[in-house]
């Protein structure tokens, strides 16, 4: 998700049990020719380009990440693929965002009306990369053209097929058509389909599955409006999630405006008179404080901040501020970056069923970064997409 699913809350949900998160769409002109810059302290690693942060990640995430591409062109994709595949654990191609930024480029959802296209992209990454590809797509209207559709994706090679049960001009208000997805799984017994739409509780996990057959599913809005939904256990409440994600923001160095942004979506209560001081905070320091997190801030926080600051800041435009108090102006700028989705990256998340086969790792890097004791290793439905005839494994 574009603006909320950058890294510390990438980090988050794999913390409390997602089995994989996406990054948002990021161009491929964008990444291209990107300078990557590792913070050595946090381990952070930043592809900049210009003045832009185009992707943050780290070593904690390589095996659970996948990089959504936006992307027309066989050849841009394979590049842009290839500029961050040391870093990521697949590549996943977007053809199912109808917003006009990406449809009128022919990426996104247009390229589901150019079969052709489409496949030529996946074959050219499927062939190229070393690492797993997958693709997300939309249903059309027409039960057959979806299927003949599918069919012609899943011949490419992919290892996973992600289906937004909407279409491209249904709102995300309507409800989710999971009904659609029935027969696709039916149409592709060998590949993984990952049902998105409409998963807001844990238990819609298990009855999506039954409904439909599918071999997982991906989350959006209801990981950004809590992403302890991924907790067997349960939810927890917003001020424990809240600074949860504040702690990874500031070891993350993640840019003020964008932690704020992704706290102030997380729960109806961060609105609310007991979130005041948060919602008034200008930089990391006045929200720590808001949450108890003085110390913390003091101790953890403040090298990494101004370390990881460093390389973007110096290429930074005179007056952008990355961290702290921003000007309106340099909000507006963020802001608009971040709407047109190459910026700051974000993230689906694929939640799995406890039964699934194979456990994942976490990388012990991740033990550091989180602050806590690692979680039981993550049960994942990649244990299915590794089952697929075709597929590249996901590296487990
Ligand atoms: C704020 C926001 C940003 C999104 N950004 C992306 C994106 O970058 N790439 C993508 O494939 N889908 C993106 N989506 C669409 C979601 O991944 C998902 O397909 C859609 O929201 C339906 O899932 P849900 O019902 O779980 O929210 C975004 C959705 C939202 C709400």
């Not at 913390?15 to 990107?34: F, H, N, P």
């Not at 976490?362 to 994942?380: N, R």
């Amino acid at each position: 998700m574009v603006r909320v699913g950058t890294l510390p809350f990438r980090l988050l949900c794999l913390e409390y049990g997602a089995d994989l998160v996406w990054t948002s769409e990021i161009i491929d002109k964008s990444i291209i020719g990107a300078t990557r810059v590792v913070d050595e302290k946090s381990g952070v690693i930043s592809y900049i380009k210009g003045d832009k942060d185009v992707f943050t990640t780290h070593p904690s995430e390589k095996e659970k990440v996948v990089f959504q591409l936006g992307t027309a062109d066989p050849d841009l994709a394979l590049a842009a693929a290839k500029a961050v595949e040391g870093d990521v654990s697949g590549v996943d191609l977007n053809c199912g965002c109808p917003k006009k930024f990406s449809v009128a480029g022919g990426m996104g959802a247009a390229l589901m009306s150019d079969p052709d296209r489409l496949c030529a992209i996946l074959e050219k990454l499927v062939q190229g990369l070393d690492i797993p590809v997958t693709c997300k797509i939309r249903v059309f209207d027409d039960v057959d053209q979806t299927l003949h559709l599918v069919r012609r994706i899943a011949a490419t090679g992919i290892c996973a097929l992600t289906v937004h049960c909407r279409t491209k001009v249904m709102r995300p208000s309507e409800k989710a058509m999971w009904h659609r997805l029935k027969d696709i799984v039916e149409e592709l017994p060998d590949l993984p389909v990952i049902l998105n739409g409409d998963i807001f509780e844990r238990s819609d996990v298990q009855r999506a599955r039954d409904e439909t057959g599918a071999t997982s599913v991906m989350t959006a809005r209801g990981a950004a409006a809590n992403p302890s939904i991924f907790r067997a256990e349960g939810k927890l409440s917003a001020m424990e999630t809240a600074v949860a994600l504040t702690k990874l923001a500031v070891q993350t160095s993640n840019v003020f405006l964008n932690t704020k942004y992704i706290l102030l979506q997380m729960h109806p209560e961060t609105k609310s008179k007991s979130f005041e001081i948060l919602n008034k905070s200008r930089r990391y320091k006045e929200m720590c404080d808001a949450m108890g997190l003085s110390e913390y801030y003091e101790t953890e926080g403040i090298h990494l901040i101004h370390e990881r600051s460093e390389p973007a800041k110096t290429k930074n435009k005179p007056g952008r501020v990355r961290l702290g108090a921003v000007s309106t102006a340099n909000k507006r700028k963020l802001d608009e970056e971040q709407d047109g989705s190459s910026v700051v990256q974000s993230a689906n998340l694929v939640i799995s069923e406890q039964s699934a086969k194979v456990e994942t790792k976490l990388d012990v890097d991740q033990k550091s970064i989180l602050g806590s004791e690692t979680k039981p290793p993550a049960s994942a439905e990649i244990a299915d997409i590794a089952e697929a005839p075709a597929a590249k494994r996901l590296k487990a």
